[in-house]
């Protein structure tokens, strides 16, 4: 799910990057805050961090003395990117493996869909392996797949979700 987030945070900006005219220096606020922002890239309350959509305050620098750089408190809106359980999603087949599909969804790399959540698809194994149902409906790489997500974890050290979905709701499955 799309979120309109407003978020506090703080820019340090160096010393060499401050001016007495005050127009370099929002400019440098801004581009900082989007280096940090970038890298960021998710958080388990919001989600992954898509677009700053406006910066919505600047607060009083603070001096640092170890560095002689400012720091700046900001308030900023963003939209960012969350799966929720019983959300219907859209991902890409990314990896066909015996035990299930790995899929992409935006920015959300690791989505799992056992083939025990797959109802009516057989494994059909090969050069390029597929799930295959009666109707020859086939879930390949590269197929855009609906799904419902049955579940999700965050994994701090690496600042994404893992998400756990399946195809067993109607009007679930290639696209």
Known sequence: MYLRVELPWNV???????????????????????????????????GYFLALTSLNSIGEGKVRQDSGGVLFPVVFSCISFKPFKGEILKGVVTKIMKQGVFLTCGPIEN?????????????????????????????????????????????????????????????????
């Open 12 to 46: 340090l900006i160096p010393p060499e990057n401050l001016d007495a005219k005050g127009v370099m220096l929002q400019r440098a606020i801004i581009v900082r805050l989007m280096d940090d922002f970038a890298v960021r890239k998710a958080t388990k309350e919001h």
């Open 111 to 175: 989505i799992y869909i056992p083939a025990s959540t797959m109802p009516d698809y057989e494994y059909v194994q090969g050069e390029n392996p597929v799930f295959m149902n009666d109707s020859l409906s086939k879930i390949e790489n590269g197929v855009a797949l609906r799904f419902v997500v049955m579940g999700t974890k965050w994994v701090e050290s690496k600042r994404e979700f893992q998400v756990l979905g399946s195809l067993k709701l109607d009007f679930l499955g290639p696209v």
